[in-house]
């Protein structure tokens, strides 16, 4: 798993931004290294702890490839984000998937996603057939 800090933006925001593109690319390395090694993934009712789970989340779990429209993005605090947008793809059998969902992230000092909580319309398991 690589540890490299991706190249700071000027905001949060612009990280958040940059994140969807490299997740649609599936950088899986990048938005590894965006993560704190300490950091807590919460998804839709299932949480991941530290590093290793949060890899496997998107290196194994997360099946899906498509895209991420963002359609409000919004600073709550100096270091909270809240993302709103929809994801249009498709699953590992080629079936549509569209689901709207809700992103709230949290960094740190070191610019690091401490924490991450992911609200999607229809559930966890969507992400992994």
Known sequence: MST??????????????EY???IDAND???????????????RAGVTYRGADEIGQFFCVQRR??????IQHLWPIASR????????D??????D?????????????KTERVERRETFLA???RYVEA
């Open 4 to 17: 490299t800090l991706p190249p700071p933006r000027s905001s949060p925001a612009e990280t958040i931004r």
């Open 80 to 87: 909270v984000i809240v993302a709103v947008g929809e994801f």
């Open 96 to 108: 549509p998937r569209r689901v709207r969902f809700a992103d709230v992230w949290w960094f740190g």
């Open 122 to 124: 229809t559930g966890h």
């Open 64 to 69: 899906i490839r498509g895209v991420h429209t």
């Open 28 to 42: 899986t390395a990048w938005v590894l290294a965006l993560f704190a090694p300490t950091a807590v993934y919460e």
């Open 20 to 22: 969807y593109a490299r």
């Open 89 to 94: 793809g498709a699953g590992t059998l080629g």
